[in-house]
């Protein structure tokens, strides 16, 4: 395949270029299609395609669509390939390009080159990051209707010229493609009075700093709008319930989806004068008493969309996926019409074959959740969050790669991710045999979570476990040889793991505090034990199999206080490993879970830490010195335990306690147990793992 790109826009940030092609398929007609970063494919006006499916760098997976149903129609291919150029935690940094063959039962009938090109001018290209993880927001000024263009109407538009480029190596695609069936908004919620307040503070967060370097951007002083600032100035006055016929100047309108769904926006707009038009959306809706909020940044990002439209009629799709179950519809200037507000929804399209009934109207509530939150997060990769960050990170996958299992039969999605990983570069922001711990992704500033990378192992052991997939093996040999490598300079004299580097992360509660994780970091070692333990059953590995051992029994010797073992050991005035008395819940259940303990050799804390533990135990008052868990991990850890040792009417219980509340208000599974944080969290997508063990389906 040949691929192209603009003349001299290779490097140029942030742009949009659409590819035409028209043609009259015959059966047996089909469109091979790789691009860079992001592309969305139209056939006759209508979105079919969306992607591509995320690969390692230098990479890139080829799509095939049939154009079978169009046969003997004549239609316009158009494509719109998005260029971020950008480091982000969502796509790569990597230079445009566009590769396409079309071919009539097997005979080539056109490439990239014989499409028009065209630079979408309409998507303002120097505006703000959407969040600190992902590219930008998105900004329109319209003029016309996009709809018409993408069936094929170019009246007024001026071809780029292209030239050949370079492109990336071309992988299958593993997973199935997206329905992008259309999810209407079920109900407005109100409509009222929207002013200015001029000296409210704008907002900012980390995605703000750009400094082109660590982090590349657009400068504040550079931006030609700022919807993110704009917004944050909108103050709101309701007036009634329900749906305003037209939604005037300073009006808002807001709909509600009834759960959170991921996906574009889509909808049409009639408008009578020059109109300036805000999506502001989120999870969750809050109360104000004279109105109800749609926060755009509760989850430190900028959930903002901006349309500027000339007088016309419109139909709309946004360009990049975003999650949200409320959204707020502002207008400033102009009036308009808003009519068939929805979402195409982005999803995995497997899990909805998932059957189950659990005779139980609040297990079948949260096993939806599970579903959905499943769907959302696993559409190329396995990501964290498909709102703030849409990233592939581990640990999280080593969690919803098992929903995968249940909820499809297969681990295509999982196959993606580990190979991203197994093809992975060597990325010259990390030190020598160190893994991203999300990817595919640019980590300019150096960080990484060493944890992460021990539960790659153990997953990459999981999966192959599940589907016999040697050659998976063999393709990550290199990579897991090397962090074995990479591990061994942090032995100290017992051969624990010491001083552990960068961001040592063993959940969200008080074991991740600094006192908590310096010096021999015991989690961490346990987890480090298991993950040789894993590499030795792998690759037929003795030495290390005895290396697993030697640790643990040391862990043992070192970490046990009588009672609990603790969180860490640092060093004395005289250079001796002493004791620091940090205990957490966590560290116990990374014990059991990882092999350092067993409730042969640990019968009281074994029952104690199932029966007294836990997210009911009054923390103030049972055990105080003994912090609690928060949901990644220690809280799922335990649900594992739980369910390995056949507690099942106890995890059923805590399913219920923990997870109800969450499928009532989002549809979907937290991050964490509160508000503050993403409300559709992949890996949370277990739960349904747990009550499938545990409770009985008719």
Excluded at 397 to 406: K, N, T, V
Excluded at 591 to 599: K, Q
């Amino acid at each position: 395949m040949k691929s192209i790109w603009a003349k001299g826009l290779l490097d140029a940030r942030n742009i949009t270029l659409t590819f035409q092609y028209s043609l009259t398929p015959a059966a047996g007609t089909k469109l091979s299609l790789a691009a860079s970063n992001l592309y969305r494919l139209f056939a006759g006006g209508k979105l079919i395609g969306y992607g591509p499916a995320r690969a390692a760098h230098g990479y890139s997976r080829l799509d095939e669509y049939d154009l079978s149903p169009w046969a003997g129609q004549h239609i316009t291919l158009s494509i719109d390939v998005h260029s971020a150029n950008v480091n982000s935690f969502y796509v790569v940094e990597e230079a445009p390009f566009f590769a396409a063959e079309i071919c009539e039962n097997g005979r080539l009938i056109a490439q990239a080159s014989d499409f028009t090109a065209y630079r979408m001018t309409e998507r303002v290209q120097k505006v703000r990051r959407f969040s600190f993880q992902r590219t930008f927001t998105e900004i329109y000024h319209l003029t016309s209707d996009p709809a018409a263009f993408y069936a094929g109407d170019a009246a007024g538009r001026v071809p780029v010229e292209t030239e050949e480029v370079a492109m990336n190596k071309l992988l299958p695609r593993y997973v199935h493609y997206p329905k992008l069936d259309t999810w209407e908004a079920r109900t407005l919620v109100e409509y009222g009075k929207v002013s200015i307040d001029e000296n409210a503070a704008p907002w900012r967060d980390r995605a703000y700093n750009v400094d082109n370097d660590q982090f590349k951007g657009f400068f504040p002083a550079e931006l030609e709008e700022d919807s993110g600032e704009e917004a944050s100035k909108f103050t709101y006055e309701a007036i009634a319930d329900g749906k305003a016929d037209v939604i005037g100047p300073m009006m808002y309108q807001i709909y509600d989806f009834a759960r959170t769904v991921t996906g574009f926006f889509t909808f049409r707009v009639k408008a009578a004068a020059r109109t300036s038009l805000y999506i502001l959306f989120d999870e969750v809706m809050v109360d104000k008493g004279t109105y109800r909020e749609v926060s755009p940044f509760r989850n430190t990002c900028c959930n903002v969309l901006k349309y500027t439209f000339a007088p016309g009629e419109y139909t709309c799709i946004s360009m990049e996926a975003n999650a949200t179950r409320f959204a707020n519809v502002v207008i400033t200037e102009g009036e308009a019409e808003v009519s068939d507000f929805g979402m195409v929804l982005y999803e995995n399209p497997d899990a909805a074959d998932y059957r189950y009934d659990y005779k139980d109207a609040e297990l079948n509530k949260i096993v939806a959740a599970a579903v959905n939150t499943f769907a959302q997060n696993a559409v190329d990769i396995l990501t964290d969050c498909p709102s703030r960050e849409r990233a592939g990170w581990l640990c999280d996958s080593y969690f919803s790669s098992r929903a995968e299992a249940l909820f499809t039969g297969n681990n295509l999605v999982e196959k993606s991710f580990l190979e991203n990983y197994a093809m992975a570069h060597k990325s010259p922001f990390l030190p020598e045999n160190m893994l991203p711990m999300c990817y595919p992704s640019d980590h300019n500033d150096h960080v990484y979570i060493p944890n992460w990378t021990m539960w790659y192992i153990l997953e990459l052991r999981n999966y192959v476990k599940r589907t016999g997939d040697t050659a998976m093996l063999e393709a990550s040999r290199e990579k897991v040889y090397g962090l074995v490598k990479f591990f061994s300079k942090y032995y100290n004299e017992f051969g624990l793991l010491e001083n552990l580097e960068s961001w040592v992360f063993i959940e969200w509660s008080k074991c991740n505090d600094a006192d908590y994780i310096r010096g021999v970091n015991y989690p961490s070692n346990m987890i480090w034990a298991a993950a040789l333990e894993a590499v030795a059953e792998m690759y037929n590995d003795p030495a290390l199999a005895d290396k697993s051992a030697q640790m643990k029994e040391m862990i043992r010797t070192l970490a046990w206080n009588g009672t609990f073992f603790e969180d860490n050991g640092i060093r004395d005035s005289e250079g001796n490993l002493s004791k620091t008395g940090h205990t957490t819940e966590t560290t116990q259940y990374y014990a059991f879970y990882f092999g350092t303990a067993s409730r042969e050799a640990y019968p009281e804390l074994f029952d104690l830490m199932l029966t007294t533990f836990g997210p009911k135990r009054d923390a103030k008052t049972v055990y105080p010195d003994v912090y609690p868990s928060n949901a990644i991990v220690g809280n799922y850890l335990r649900l594992e335990l739980l369910t390995d040792f056949g507690y099942h009417d106890q995890v059923i219980s805590e399913c219920r306690d923990f997870f109800s509340n969450m499928a009532d208000m989002t549809g979907t599974l937290w991050e964490h147990s509160n508000l503050g944080c993403s409300l559709n969290h992949g890996f949370a997508s277990m739960a349904a793992v747990y009550i499938a063990a545990c409770a009985k389906a008719e």
